[in-house]
């Protein structure tokens, strides 16, 4: 089964940046269409960004402008460039490989890796 790899969390005062990585395993990554979600206790697991295999992306409206999904299909991974960070960007990050592309959004695949915890402070 495939596995996700989630590092490049951590804490940072709001304003700043990180950039987040995921590794995926399989042989088949530049076929599947990849995304980042964030889940805060409590609270269901949210789609922040997706990429397609043509590599055209989507964006939640909360992040547009401010961060950024890539994928490089030569290392299997793909990332998350965030900018502007705010406190409401605190949150567990996962990222999905292998999910559903439609109109509307992404639906993802049944599994999932640890996360990395991105922690903004005001």
């Known amino acids: 089964q495939v596995q996700f790899v989630e590092s490049g969390g951590g804490s940072v005062q709001a304003g700043g940046s990180l950039r987040l990585s995921c590794a995926a395993s399989?042989?088949?990554?530049?076929?599947?269409?990849a995304a980042w979600y964030r889940q805060v206790p409590g609270k269901q697991r949210d789609l922040v960004a997706a990429i397609s295999i043509w590599n055209t992306t989507k964006y939640a409206d909360s992040v547009k402008g401010r961060f950024t999904i890539s994928r490089d299909n030569a290392k299997n991974t793909v990332h998350l460039q965030m900018n502007s960070l705010k406190p409401e960007d605190t949150a567990v990050y996962y990222c999905?490989?292998?999910?559903?592309?439609?109109?509307?959004?992404?639906?993802?695949?049944?599994?999932w890796g640890q996360g990395t915890q991105v922690t903004v402070s005001s």
């Open positions: 399989g042989s088949a990554f530049s076929r599947n269409a």
């Open positions: 999905n490989v292998g999910g559903t592309w439609f109109s509307a959004g992404y639906y993802p695949f049944r599994s």
